[in-house]
């Protein structure tokens, strides 16, 4: 007899192209795209939804984050952050491009990009100087 998974089950969240009010975990929603042969999540918009890691996303370029709580910092905004350190590419990340992010909550969730990117996501969420 195999035991019971301990995690929850998963219902196919499908490839958007919007979200409203849906539990998210992201390596699932990446995988989903992988499997429709689309490496990039892209032009999606997120409405109050809620994204679980673990997980670092890498806006690419024209996302937007509106009334979003970033998640918890502990007590500083730069823990949300990692830096590349690669000068062409970053592997193991989940990478959005177009996509608008509204009323959404993301935990245990990192981000990474470009320094201009870093520079810019710290300035919104505040915080000590990078």
Known sequence: MTPASPLFPLTPLGV???????????????????????????????????????AVLLPLSGCSFQA???????GDTRNLL???????????????RDCIFRGSAFYMVGFTG?????KQFHQMVG????
């Open 16 to 54: 958007g192209p919007v979200y409203e009010g849906v539990h998210i975990w992201l390596p699932q929603l990446f995988a989903e795209h992988m499997q429709a042969g689309q490496s990039v999540i892209e032009g999606k918009t997120f409405d109050n939804c809620r994204f679980e890691g673990p």
């Open 68 to 74: 979003c709580n970033m998640g918890e910092a502990g």
């Open 82 to 96: 990692l830096a590349p350190v690669g000068a062409a590419k970053v592997v193991g990340v989940i990478p959005v």
């Open 114 to 118: 470009s320094s201009a990117f870093l």
């Open 127 to 130: 915080g000590p100087t990078l």
